[in-house]
């Protein structure tokens, strides 16, 4: 059973654009969602992560909008660079669960 | 500070045989998760281990398994190798339970089953 369902599967993005990231969870006790990114022969790295008690968090270049009442969260990479290229992952824990739960990832390319 | 470190890199089994792998987390780091990540499947959660103790468990056979050091090391060992094993596995650490902290990971072992 997928508790995150993340989309799309992949994305291409122009250099310069907007690159979106959506997830959506199912258990309502979830209540820490972070992203992870990671390059090709490297281990997932922690890029921003959010609590339900806000509805944006922004860092950088980087935002995470959450939407609680529709289970919904979404990364928002602003102007979008080839060394952003690279594969997201979205994740929540809360509740019964004590680890992250993460969605299936989304591979982003970046074009020059 | 040295990051996590994961060995083998690479590791060739056929099916049938165990395999066990090892993860050294970031120094002062208690706990340690294992991770299974396929391109079907994506991320997921094998167990996790504080203190020596397994704290946590995800949906796997009880063919896999794990233990935990005094000085925070982990292995993961597989028995009765499957062709549906091949994977990257993914150990990451974090200073205190996993569940609400930064969890490092190491580089991963990437094991195929022949």
């Known amino acids: 059973q997928q508790q995150v369902k993340q989309s799309p599967q992949s994305l291409i993005v122009q250099k310069g654009g907007i690159s979106i990231i959506n997830c959506a969870y199912e258990?309502?006790?979830?209540?820490?969602f972070p992203w992870y990114q990671q390059f090709p022969g490297k281990g997932p790295a922690l890029l921003i992560a959010i609590r339900p008690d806000v509805s944006e968090k922004k860092e950088g270049r980087f935002t995470i909008s959450f939407n609680k009442s529709a289970k919904q969260f979404s990364l928002h990479i602003m102007d979008s660079q080839p060394g952003d290229s690279a594969t997201y992952f979205c994740?929540?824990?809360?509740?019964?669960?004590?680890?992250?739960?993460f969605g299936k990832g989304t591979k982003l390319s970046v074009k020059p | 500070k040295a990051g996590v470190t994961q060995t083998p890199r690479y590791l060739i089994k056929t099916r049938g045989q165990q395999v066990t792998l090892s993860c050294s987390p970031i120094?002062?780091?208690?706990?340690v998760s294992w991770y299974q990540q396929t391109p079907g499947q994506g991320l997921q959660f094998l167990f996790e281990?504080?203190?020596?103790?397994?704290?946590n468990k995800g949906n796997f056979p009880g063919r896999f398994s794990g233990r935990q050091f005094s000085n925070s090391r982990s292995e993961m060992n597989v028995s009765t190798l499957e062709l549906g094993d091949s994977a990257l596995y993914l150990c990451?650490?974090?200073?205190?339970?996993?569940?609400?902290?930064?969890?490092?990971f190491g580089p991963g072992t990437r094991l195929t089953v022949l």
């Open positions: 994740a929540a824990n809360g509740g019964s669960q004590g680890n992250l739960i």
């Open positions: 258990n309502t006790a979830f209540d820490y």
């Open positions: 281990y504080f203190s020596e103790t397994q704290r």
């Open positions: 990451a650490s974090s200073f205190r339970l996993a569940g609400y902290n930064e969890q490092f």
């Open positions: 120094s002062g780091h208690r706990s």
